[in-house]
């Protein structure tokens, strides 16, 4: 039973649209003339706003130059006004401040993306001689928006102090609570703030947020007006407990381009330049799903419903443009001249789509995706140590390039160190575990390293305990762990009869593995997160657990778009709850074990 | 609602409350010396927290939720389920997997003092969407700003009031060396420094002590350094009749006046800052020009009045032309941006703006000139449709009115045909007085054909 939700979604592009048309809309004031604007940006809200909206938005709302206020370069034109969307730190309220003694335009209104502190304010009034200024708001908007339920903070990067993945990078800290804080102010929050009791860092950034919202420091969290009768939930979490989701090979559309492809953390943009025989208008294309209807349609499906669905658009353009392109009277050139600019648009989406599409096809073929990634569904979606010696076997074939000769094209070393760190994962503490044998026969000081390095990242010893509740469990099956879910659990496994290069094996060999948020997420529904390894922090709410619709998933390390999907479905499957997720950065494998090799390099 | 427990009942030890807020709720029923607020089912430490939590949550809300809408059914209202449970706010029944709890106030509505109720998907889908806020703090920087701004505001007054007395000297004194300088030292008292008062440098031979002829401090003269420069009197007038009530008759004279002269005032930093900056600021603003402006004007008043048109109906040829006039105006626009642009003498954010501003409206021109074109397509085969229409004009007869009107006709031609040969017969006999009145009898009878031929038109021979 599919039902629409119509549930007030908690959809961030929304919550992005409202704050642009408060900065940039038409005052509601009519007796002002409309005039040529300026829009000031800073390094930080550049990206924020181009992942929000596009050139040709802004110049509907008259918008006709738009610079960075660090440019020195920027002509004088006291004619113009000037909008300002900035982020309240230091140096843009010293470097605006200059602006606003010695003025470039007529006159400012100044928007802030975050809490602007009283001192700030002060030395901006303080160089405003001429007040010109005259209007400051806060609006919250400090973080990048790249699904309508996917964010993460603007200065990406790990988060975790080199050789110890228990401190923070003080920067990446003080940008994720900038970042939480904005996020959960744009959406009207004031939540109840739980943590990875086994995590140091998810701990202090749940203080410190508690902090902020409790210590009256941002008094805009006082006046939030709201009717809800239940708070929303902020959950924040270790990417440590689960290593595993972002190192499997995920099979849906979005995921898939960020895998192999990778989506670009600060543009959502996919860098096609490389490939050959690009046009110049392919060469970076964005994946912003509110601009791409067909984007918005595919991103979560599988590979498999993604070739047909997209088979079936072309067939659809194709008779469309049949019909025109047999141009058998004037009449009809004429109307498809007319209607050229919408064809045009058309067959430049369908193009960058067929490109993605088939530069994922023939990289998971180059790369033998078929094979390792059943041999990683296989592995990681059961926690018992049963199949050792088949898994053992496996994992030699490839790691040894064993088996038929036919097969050219030899796996890479970042496939076999992933695989390899897979295994060293689940039978960590199996009596005949064979990594050590394993790496001696590989003789790579590059294995010894990764291998090391995860396991003391994500290893049993880092990880959550896992007990009878199931929430330290990071291998799972699909439906396994679901005690009543009401029947969302089997509607993922969709068949893969569609595959090109599909080996007739088992149809759902493919998606067997369910990342550890969806668990997460079914008992935050059930109210049965226990309050040993996820406590509340601060003041003690009346409210019965079980009751929750909100919900802002945080992962410190890291989101992977496989578990944007597992949110999106989640919502959508699950009528009365809203989450949206989050992160200090998105990953792919590499990413994540490029990420994982630095900050665990020591011994 | 269930009455408040008071009293005592079994002891029970008064627990350290954990750091971590509420105690284990994943064990579903409550450990065997726990409590529990009978309201809200959350487990309590201890009595007494239980009474304080009873007073500060729940005794304000002795308003109860009707009931009196409950419908009786024993069938889930979304999935035919059986079911017991009513949502209290619409009193539908629900089964388990479409019903949650939400607290609700005695007016059926969602409300975080509330009471813990059933509510049904459906109710809590109806809960509004959210309202990102924004903070204003227009009024604290004012506020801010006017605080400091009245700090300085008497000083400034004082400076100001002598660069008035400056500006009126100008008017009303006859310029020359001797009485500028003796106007300069009139206007105030130098103090004599031993460093400068803007950068705080002590004087020496080679740093040589100047005053500013506004504040009277004693300043550096270096131009490089910035403390203080001469501006000459010509620019200080443009500068001061900015926010003045001057004839042009009056300010030409002056200027003529002050162009032959080189005389200057010295005026430090930190008066530059106090009261000259503004008026730059509004004589840059004057001094613009406004090309771009004016460029944007146009365009916005043109897209106003064609956006305010319905382009996919012309009703006559008047709005056709006016329309193609919008048109032909914006297609000149843009030709005049490229010339403006190509003059060269562009800032380049000009440029930039100007280039964007020429994309919008050649966007414009793509989007809206094809539904023009259509409509005038349109317009033309509805005018091809009339013509044809007057060529057919003609009142249409009725199968028996063109029978009579043949018959008619037939009849008439025959007459013709007789008389036509009496008229030869007459003309013989030579009897004309006859061939008179046969002659009017002849014309009656032609008039009366032509009328009934051009009444039947081509359907004169069809039969
Ligand atoms: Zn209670
Ligand atoms: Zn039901
Ligand atoms: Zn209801
Ligand atoms: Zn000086
Ligand atoms: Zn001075």
Not at chain 1, 295 to 317: A, H, I
Not at chain 1, 543 to 565: A, D, H, L, W
Not at chain 2, 351 to 363: A, D, E, G
């Amino acid at each position: 039973m599919d039902t629409i939700n119509t549930f007030g979604e908690m959809d961030l592009y929304k919550v992005a649209d409202r704050y642009v048309e408060e900065m940039l809309g038409k005052d509601n004031d009519t007796s002002k003339k409309s005039s040529i604007r300026v829009l000031l940006l800073d390094r930080h809200t550049s990206s924020i706003i181009s992942l929000v909206s596009t050139q040709s938005d802004l110049l509907q709302k008259e918008v006709y130059l738009v610079d960075r206020l660090e440019n020195s370069e920027r002509d004088k034109l006291r004619n113009l006004e000037c909008i300002c969307f900035l982020k309240p730190d230091d140096v843009t309220i010293t470097n605006l401040s200059q602006e606003i003694g010695n003025p470039k335009y007529s006159n400012y209104q100044i928007y802030f993306n975050n809490v602007a502190s009283k001192s700030r304010l002060e030395r901006l009034a303080e160089s405003d001689d001429l007040e010109i200024v005259n209007k400051v708001v806060e609006v919250f908007q400090d973080y990048y928006v790249l699904n309508k339920s996917l964010f993460t903070i603007t200065s990406i990067g790990s988060p975790y102090m080199i050789n110890n993945t228990s401190l923070w990078d003080p920067n990446t800290l003080e940008s994720s609570i900038e970042g939480l804080i904005s996020l959960l102010l744009s959406l009207n929050m004031k939540p109840i703030i739980r943590y990875e009791s086994n995590s140091r860092v998810a701990s202090k950034l749940a203080n410190a947020i508690n902090y902020e919202i409790t210590s009256g420091k941002d008094v805009i969290f006082n006046q939030l007006k709201s009717n809800k009768d239940v708070p929303p939930l902020l959950l924040i979490l270790d990417r440590k407990n689960d290593p595993i989701t972002p190192l499997l090979f995920p099979w849906t559309y979005q995921s898939m381009i960020n895998e192999v492809m990778g989506i670009n953390n600060v543009r959502n943009s996919v860098d096609l330049s490389h490939l050959s025989n690009i046009s110049e208008e392919l060469r970076t294309v964005l994946m912003n799903q509110t601009q791409d209807l067909f984007y918005e349609k595919t991103m979560f499906m599988n590979f498999g419903d993604l070739s047909s669905y997209l088979k079936q658009y072309v067939d659809e353009y194709k008779s469309k443009t049949k019909t025109n392109s047999n141009i058998s009277s004037i009449k009809d050139m004429k109307y498809f001249l007319e209607n050229y600019p919408e064809y045009k648009k058309m067959s430049l989406n369908l193009s960058k789509h067929m490109l993605i599409s088939s530069e994922i096809d023939k990289q998971i073929n180059d790369l033998r995706v078929w094979e390792t990634s059943e041999f990683e569904q296989n592995l990681c979606s059961n926690s018992d140590t049963a199949h050792h010696d088949e898994d053992l076997k496996e994992l030699e074939t490839l790691l040894f390039d064993i088996g038929d000769g036919k097969n050219k094209k030899i796996i890479n070393d970042e496939i076999k160190m992933k695989l390899l760190g897979l295994y060293a994962l689940k039978y960590e503490s199996f009596h005949a575990n064979q990594t050590n044998t394993l790496l001696k026969r590989l003789n790579n000081i590059k294995f010894d390293n990764f291998v090391k390095a995860i396991i003391k990242y994500g290893g049993l010893k880092s990880r959550m305990k896992n007990s009878e509740n199931n929430e330290g469990n990071v291998f799972n099956k699909i439906g396994s762990s679901n005690v009543n879910s009401g029947g969302a659990a089997n509607h993922v496994v969709q068949l893969f009869n569609n595959f090109s290069g599909s080996s007739n094996e088992d149809a759902n060999a493919y998606m067997q593995f369910e990342p550890r948020i969806k668990i997460l997420l079914d008992k935050i529904k059930q109210g049965k997160l226990s309050d040993v390894n996820f406590p509340t922090i601060g003041e003690n709410s009346n409210n019965p657990k079980n009751v929750v619709r909100e919900v802002v998933v945080f992962m410190i390390g890291g989101v992977s778009y496989e578990e944007t999907r597992i949110v999106n479905e989640f919502n959508s499957k699950n009528d009365g709850f809203r989450v949206v997720i989050g992160g200090t950065q998105t990953i792919n494998s590499k990413q994540f074990m490029e990420e994982i090799s630095e900050v665990c390099s020591g011994n | 609602m269930k009455p408040r427990i008071l009293g005592k009942s079994k002891p029970v030890p008064d627990t350290p409350s954990p750091s971590v807020s509420t105690p284990s709720s994943t064990i579903p029923s409550p450990p065997p010396q726990s409590i529990q607020c009978p309201i809200c089912n959350i487990p309590m430490s201890s009595l007494i927290k239980l009474n304080n939590h009873i007073d500060s949550q729940h005794l304000n809300q002795r308003q109860s939720i009707p009931r009196n809408h409950y419908i009786k059914s024993n069938k889930c209202h979304k999935c035919n389920n059986s079911s017991i449970t009513n949502c209290c706010i619409c009193g539908l029944t629900f089964c388990s997997n479409h019903i949650n709890r939400g607290k609700v106030n005695s007016l059926l509505e969602f409300d975080k003092n509330g009471i813990w109720c059933d509510c049904c998907i459906d109710c809590i889908n109806k809960l509004p969407n959210i309202i990102s806020p924004i903070n204003n703090l227009t009024d604290e920087f004012k506020e801010l700003r006017n605080k400091r701004l009245i700090n300085e505001s008497l000083k400034n007054l004082l400076l100001d009031r002598r660069l008035d007395k400056v500006f009126n000297w100008m008017l009303n004194n006859v310029i020359n060396e001797e009485s500028f300088i003796n106007f300069e030292k009139s206007l105030v008292n130098w103090n004599n420094q031993g460093n400068c008062q803007c950068c705080l440098n002590t004087f020496t031979w080679l740093n040589r002590r100047h005053h500013c002829r506004i504040c009277g401090e004693s300043v550096c003269g270096d131009l490089q350094k910035g403390c203080s420069m001469i501006v000459p009197l010509g620019m200080l007038f443009e500068l001061l009749i900015v926010d003045k009530d001057i004839s042009i008759q009056e300010r030409d004279r002056i200027r003529n006046l002050l162009k032959k002269d080189k005389f200057g005032l010295r005026i430090c930093k930190e008066c530059k800052r106090r009261v000259l900056n503004k008026k730059v600021f509004l004589l840059d603003k004057q001094q613009f020009d406004d090309e771009m402006v004016k460029f944007f004007n146009i365009w916005k008043l043109i897209s106003k009045k064609l956006e305010s048109e319905d382009l996919s109906f012309i009703k006559d040829d008047l709005e056709n032309k006016l329309y193609v006039n919008y048109f032909n105006k914006l297609d000149k626009l843009i030709k005049d941006i490229d010339l403006f642009i190509n003059k060269g003498n562009c800032k380049n954010d000009e440029i930039r703006i100007l280039t964007n501003l020429k994309n919008v409206i050649i966007k414009f021109i793509k989007i809206n000139l094809p539904i023009l074109r259509k409509s005038q397509n349109v317009k033309l085969e509805k005018e091809r449709q009339k013509l044809q229409n007057i060529i057919n004009d003609r009142p249409k007869l009725s199968k028996r009115e063109l029978r009579e009107k043949r018959d008619k006709l037939i009849v008439l031609n025959e007459q013709k045909f007789l008389v036509t040969e009496m008229y030869e017969t007459f003309k013989k006999q030579r009897r004309f007085d006859d061939l008179k009145t046969l002659d009017i009898n002849l014309e009656d009878i032609e008039k009366e054909i032509n009328q009934l031929n051009l009444e039947l038109g081509d359907e004169t021979f069809t039969i």
